[in-house]
């Protein structure tokens, strides 16, 4: 069983900056692709930024020039840094991932493991 951890999350006021941590015990960046997701109430779950083993990286339409995704190699971390937020990215925050190394879309389904998410809320 592969255990996700985020942290990092909460709020801001918009234009501000936060920057999500997700954690995978045991995770080794040669064999795991990762990605982040959100979903807001009522709203469907949407991929915001996932990287492969190799790390290149795939964006969603609403992060891209304001979202950056990362790898810690030397630990079991993914990062998403955030900046200029907007009222609209306030949602659930969730990573994800799968013991493959190619990324080829954010579709969830292409992944297994996910953590319990982390709350963002930007305010106007």
């Known amino acids: 069983q592969v255990h996700v951890v985020e942290s990092g999350g909460g709020s801001v006021q918009a234009g501000g900056s936060l920057r999500l941590s997700c954690t995978i015990p045991g995770y080794t960046a040669t064999r795991y692709r990762v990605a982040w997701f959100r979903q807001a109430p009522g709203k469907k779950r949407e991929g915001v930024a996932g990287i492969d083993t190799n790390g290149r990286t795939i964006y969603g339409a609403s992060a891209k020039g304001r979202f950056t995704i990362s790898r810690d190699n030397a630990n079991p971390s993914v990062f998403l840094q955030m900046n200029n937020l907007l009222p609209e990215d306030s949602a659930m925050y969730s990573c994800?991932?799968?013991?493959?190394?190619?990324?080829?879309?954010?579709?969830?389904?292409?992944?297994?493991?996910w953590g319990q998410g982390t709350q963002v809320t930007v305010s106007s």
């Open positions: 994800a991932t799968k013991p493959v190394p190619w990324l080829q879309s954010l579709d969830p389904q292409d992944f297994d493991y």
